[in-house]
């Protein structure tokens, strides 16, 4: 018997995966924030605001690309949206897991603080690269990233963790999520790749767990910001305390909030 079957025996799924598959090749390729930055500087604007356009246009090409297929799609599988990312329940044992949260938090603000010195770590964050941060700058910092983020953990640990999940199981379907997640970083550095392997365990256990993307959201959202504002205190301190102290000749931002 061939394994071509047609119709294929779970339409939905193969439908889903293809259409995020596209989604993610349109959003990395149309909203790199390199793309972005090339054409605010010729359209002339400053090298400072070019480059911070670019990094909020590639989060907002981030929430359209990948937020809308996730809404459109987690509304037409089985399931509705309210299977793919948006339902909320109270979840079993839950001291244990807000327990767990809660140690998970400690443990991450432990991380990403000896982290931020690391030079790997500086060469990536914060990705607005300022060097002094204005008010206006820290707030649209926080909500291009929360608005990326929603789509982001939407399209992942809601449209392709619902969709998966009835094949595979809890594990299997958050082992391949984790997958497609630790690939999506693959631009990034080794430490912050392979950090994604726990990382999309424990986000897809939690949005199992809570039937829905929110927490999983809000510790990423959290991780984001910390780890931008942590970087630029230790490369602030680390400026100050150089042998030749010279803050201005730092390709790091530094922690000006004005």
């Known amino acids: 018997m061939s394994p071509f079957v047609w119709p294929p025996q779970e339409p939905e799924l193969c439908g889903a995966l293809l259409v995020a598959a596209a989604a993610y090749t349109l959003y990395h390729h149309l909203g790199a ?12 604007w400053s090298e400072d605001d070019a480059q911070e356009l670019g990094v909020h246009a ?7 690309l990948l937020g809308l297929p996730a809404l459109a799609l987690g509304a037409w599988l089985p399931g509705g949206l309210s299977a793919h990312g948006f339902g909320l329940r109270a979840p079993g044992g839950a001291p244990e897991l807000w327990l767990g949260v809660a140690l998970l938090g400690a443990l991450l603000l432990t991380i990403l603080w000896t982290s931020a010195a690391r030079p790997e770590q500086q060469a990536q964050y914060p990705q607005i690269r300022r060097r002094t941060w204005s008010r206006r700058t820290l707030l649209a910092n926080a909500a291009s990233w929360a608005l990326y983020l929603a789509a982001y953990e939407l399209f992942f640990r809601g449209l392709l963790l619902g969709a998966l999940t009835p094949v595979l199981g809890a594990w299997g379907g958050i082992s391949a999520v984790t997958l497609a997640y630790v690939l999506a970083h693959l631009p ?6 392979l950090a994604c392997v726990p990382m999309g365990l424990v986000f897809g256990a939690l949005a199992l767990a809570t039937g829905g993307a929110l927490l999983p959201f809000a510790l990423h959202l959290a991780i984001a910001l910390t780890s931008g504002h942590f970087t630029r205190i230790r490369a602030a301190k680390s400026a100050l305390t150089s042998a030749h ?12 909030e004005t």
């Open 58 to 64: 590639q989060r907002m090409s981030g929430a359209l």
């Open 245 to 256: 102290g010279d803050q201005q000749e730092s390709a790091v931002p530094v922690l000006a």
């Open 33 to 44: 924030a390199a793309l972005w930055t090339r054409r605010a500087a010729a359209a002339g």
């Open 188 to 193: 990034k550095e080794l430490g912050e790749c």
